[in-house]
């Protein structure tokens, strides 16, 4: 177990991102509460949200940066080594999406980014732009 020296919260893995129990008023405190080196990441993952969801608001939802269009659209966080997306149930995203998943680490609802890796931004943009018409369809 790891304890963070901090806020004494105990973690499994060792140097466990979290918020010491205080939530980020705003994307922007989300982003400038992470190391340098991840916020270029962070910040572009934001840009890309909001270019393919323009009419999407921004929130914190679960401790995390979230885009709202009517309902949750995306969320994305910043972990050690990858950054994560967090479409929803990865099952609903059509077959031409999930197979240029292949190479990443996925879990039932997000995708892993290594930070060691390019980011495919393009990727990104096109499982948001697949989230908004789902949203659409389903309201």
């Not at 982003?31 to 270029?40: D, F, G, K, L, R």
């Not at 993952?45 to 269009?69: C, D, G, L, S, Y």
Request: glycine fraction near 4%; aromatic fraction near 10%; hydrophobic fraction near 35%.
């Amino acid at each position: 177990m790891w304890v963070c020296p901090s806020c004494g919260r105990q973690f499994r893995n060792s140097n466990q991102t979290h918020y010491c129990g205080i939530k980020p008023a705003d994307i922007d405190e989300y982003i400038a509460a992470q190391s340098e080196e991840v916020q270029e990441f962070l910040s572009n993952v934001r840009n890309t949200i909001k270019a393919a969801a323009p009419e999407a608001e921004e929130r914190i939802a679960w401790q995390m940066p979230t885009f709202w269009q009517g309902d949750y659209l995306i969320h994305f966080s910043a972990h050690t080594n990858h950054l994560s997306i967090h479409p929803g149930a990865l099952d609903r995203l059509p077959e031409e999406i999930l197979i240029r998943l292949a190479d990443y680490k996925t879990t039932k609802g997000s995708i892993h980014f290594p930070y060691s890796k390019p980011i495919d931004y393009e990727l990104i943009a096109d499982i948001t732009k697949h989230r908004v018409l789902m949203l659409s369809n389903d309201h």
